[in-house]
């Protein structure tokens, strides 16, 4: 089993910044690829971005995230990290931290454990 705690979410003017965490733990979750997700009201969960591994540099992003958010990894904290820069009003969504034994994947499906989720909202 791996137990995923997502915290960082808030309420920020478009243009500003969030750092979202991850904090896993169980077993085994060193060895799983890490992702984050988003979904907004009334919309289907939507890939964000996503790491291979907690130690590799291989990352993944959404082309709309791409160029302002940035996937990073502490192994000695068991964090996973999301930096949202430039943040849009579209950005608004819950976030969710996920964990696949599959690898590094854009598909929903491929994850196995997911956190509670964190409320990001951007004001225009």
């Known amino acids: 089993q791996v137990q995923l705690a997502e915290t960082g979410g808030g309420l920020v003017q478009a243009g500003g910044s969030l750092r979202l965490s991850c904090v896993a733990s169980g077993r085994t979750f060193m060895s799983y690829a890490m992702g984050w997700f988003r979904q907004a009201p009334g919309k289907e969960r939507e890939f964000v971005a996503a790491?291979?591994?907690?130690?590799?540099?291989?990352?993944y992003y959404a082309d709309s995230v791409k160029g302002r958010f940035t996937l990073s990894r502490d192994s000695t904290k068991n964090t996973v990290y999301l930096q949202m820069n430039s943040l849009k009003p579209e950005d608004t969504a819950v976030y969710f931290c996920?964990?696949?034994?599959?690898?590094?994947?854009?598909?929903?499906?491929?994850?196995?454990?997911w956190g509670q989720g964190t409320q990001v909202t951007v004001s225009s």
């Open positions: 996920a964990a696949s034994d599959r690898g590094a994947s854009g598909r929903s499906n491929d994850y196995d454990y």
């Open positions: 790491a291979v591994s907690w130690t590799g540099p291989s990352t």
